[in-house]
């Protein structure tokens, strides 16, 4: 099946810093979704990206597919911000064509004060 | 809008006894899916079902999970007899269609002892 890597794994930033996570996908895809999980576990959807740039506020993000990979870029760091954020792909090999979005294991972020 | 409803919050039981959790999804969304989440991990897929039918079962161990969604809205994830692995947070999703962009729901953390 199809592989999903995030990096870095841990990032630690100061109020006000800019970031940006990667995720690298193995195979071609039809479909990438970036989530925000909160430190109380609450999983949200922040873009739905299969190719090309999207911007919401402070955050955008850039996909390749081309070059299997995506990119959050996070402007003006804020401590709500912390959390884990997830890359998710659509594994082109599963199920033959039911799909299923694999999730990769997750930058955690934290924002100090 | 009303987002993805989950009960209960937070579930402790002790292994062999059994446990039910319950999700009503956004309304209209046709798709609805059951994640498992293990600490420190992405969430898994366990089972997705189109309107009331499953679309994909294969990643559910079926021989102590079992899911419904009876008039294709809400829907039930019960787990009898529990194992000490079976611990983690089980998420519900919903999309308007079938690995669109996906909507998530708070969890129920399940501690088993």
């Known amino acids: 099946g199809i592989q999903v890597e995030q990096s870095p794994p841990d990032l630690i930033l100061q109020e006000g810093a800019n970031s940006t996570l990667r995720c690298n996908f193995s195979d071609s895809v039809n479909n990438l979704q970036w989530f925000h999980q909160n430190p109380w576990g609450q999983l949200i959807n922040l873009f739905y990206?299969?190719?090309g740039t999207k911007q919401n506020g402070r955050l955008s993000a850039t996909t390749v597919a081309t070059e299997r990979y995506s990119l959050l870029y996070i402007s003006s760091s804020q401590t709500t911000d912390s959390g884990v954020y997830f890359c998710?792909?659509?594994?082109?090999?599963?199920?033959?064509?039911?799909?299923?979005?694999?999730f990769g294991k997750g930058t955690k972020l934290s924002v100090k004060p | 809008e009303a987002g993805v409803a989950q009960s209960p919050r937070y579930k402790i039981i002790e292994k062999r006894q059994s446990v039910a959790f319950w999700c009503n999804p956004i309304s209209g969304h046709a798709t609805l899916y059951w994640y498992q989440q293990i600490l420190g991990q992405g969430p898994k897929l366990l089972i997705q079902?189109?309107?009331?039918?499953?679309?994909?079962d294969s990643q559910l161990p079926k021989d102590r999970f079992s899911a419904e969604r009876l008039k294709g809205v809400d829907s039930t994830l019960k787990i009898q007899p529990a194992k000490l692995e079976d611990s983690a947070v089980y998420l519900c999703a919903s999309s308007s269609a079938q690995w669109e962009k996906l909507f998530f729901g708070s969890g129920t953390q399940l501690s088993v002892l």
């Open positions: 998710a792909v659509e594994d082109p090999y599963y199920g033959g064509s039911q799909g299923n979005l694999i």
């Open positions: 990206i299969p190719s």
């Open positions: 079902f189109q309107n009331n039918g499953v679309v994909d």
